[in-house]
């Protein structure tokens, strides 16, 4: 199974993907945990992303399209759900062009809808819990003023090609995964 999983910043695609990894045995590829990694570790493409992240911004296309195409190509035919890619029209056009490459396509686009509110409160307290310095309320609502302007375009991209699934984001963790489970099912 191929996946996107696709929502606001904040609305749980982490949280669900561990999920969905340990239920449907799938690769988990999150961007933004990649790039967290390299900013820890200082690599040259950490400090690049660092400045884009630390503003709230998305890191460019050349950047997290190489990245992806590194991942999938090291998956070879397996499962995999993309968590945080694409994030721009262009990113979803380049991933199509890395499938393509790689003679496979993509199973499903899990989309999680959550209102924003809900997003600034679980940001907000995700920041006391982790630290994470990305997480600040002026960088979140920036985050979702990007999202709104570069990423919130992907789902009309994916619904005309039959492969975006809406699943409600709000609820307890257990619901959410519930609705996730009941989407997939009907894949297999």
Known sequence: MRLILFGPPGAGKGTQAD???DRYEVEHISTGDVLREA??????VGLYAKSFMDKGELVPDEVVTEIIRQKISAIGEGGFMLDGFPRTLEQARSLGSILADAGIGIDAVIFLEVPDEEVVQRITKRQK???RQDDTEGVIRNRLRVYK???SPLKDFYEKTGVLRTVEGVGQISDIAGRIDGVLKQLQ
Do not use: A
């Open 129 to 131: 819990i982790e630290g």
């Open 39 to 44: 900013m820890k570790n200082e690599t040259e």
């Open 149 to 151: 302007d570069q990423t």
């Open 19 to 21: 999920f969905i990894r």
